[in-house]
């Protein structure tokens, strides 16, 4: 399995491929492997700590609803009417 980059998915859309590879490889050869490790956990924390808060900002808007059905682990598949819910973004 290939390492994933500690380069921040924005920097890596705003750069062209050749170059945002060129960094990342700059970044795990110049780095000690326990820093860059870090670092690459780091981001991921990030991310999850984000994709959490957006979350909580959604899960608000059913705090005071009653009667809700809840599909819970539905994958790729969802239901009308009910609240949908899955690790998966997309569930």
């Not at 921040?8 to 750069?15: E, F, G, N, T, Y």
């Not at 960094?23 to 984000?50: C, F, M, N, Q, T």
Request: include cysteine; hydrophobic fraction near 40%; proline fraction near 5%.
């Amino acid at each position: 399995m290939a390492a994933a980059s500690i380069v921040s998915p924005l920097v890596k859309a705003a750069l062209p491929e050749g170059l945002y590879k060129s960094v990342d490889s700059s970044l795990r050869k110049s780095l000690p492997v326990g820093l860059y490790k870090a670092i690459r956990l780091l981001g991921k924390e990030i991310r999850l700590y984000r994709l959490h808060r957006a979350g909580v900002k959604r899960a608000k808007a059913y705090a005071e609803k009653r009667g809700l059905k809840l599909n819970i682990g539905c994958g790729p598949n969802r239901k009308e009417g009910w609240i949908n819910i899955d690790l998966s973004p997309r569930g």
